[in-house]
């Protein structure tokens, strides 16, 4: 019973998660289709690659792992390898913002 409360709490707090990083990355594309700013630019690019696509494929991928319908041994690495990738991204991405004037 914890298990399975413990399991769909992460769930929910996962798509959550997904959902207002996408809510966050398109209100900083709006600022910067308002303002035409470059740092605001990069700002959306950064929220989006850490937030929505980052944690999007690792919330996928996982979900595809423990269904088996992709072999662990063969793609759990790799998965891993290009969400840590992504959100690296994101994260220059919007130290890049901050930084640009």
């Not at 900083?28 to 950064?46: E, V, W």
């Not at 759990?76 to 290009?82: A, D, E, I, S, V």
């Amino acid at each position: 019973m914890i298990d399975q409360l413990a399991y769909w709490t992460i769930f929910a707090l996962s798509a959550g998660s997904v959902l207002v990083g996408s809510y966050i990355g398109y209100q900083a594309y709006r600022g910067f289709r308002r303002h035409d700013s470059r740092p605001m630019q990069y700002l959306s690019i950064g929220l989006f690659l850490l937030t929505t696509v980052a944690f999007g494929l690792s919330f996928v991928g996982s979900l595809l792992l423990q269904m088996q319908i992709l072999p662990p041994r063969t793609f759990q690495q790799p998965l891993t390898l290009l969400t840590r990738l992504l959100q690296f991204l994101g994260v220059f991405f919007i130290a890049y913002s901050l930084h640009k004037r």
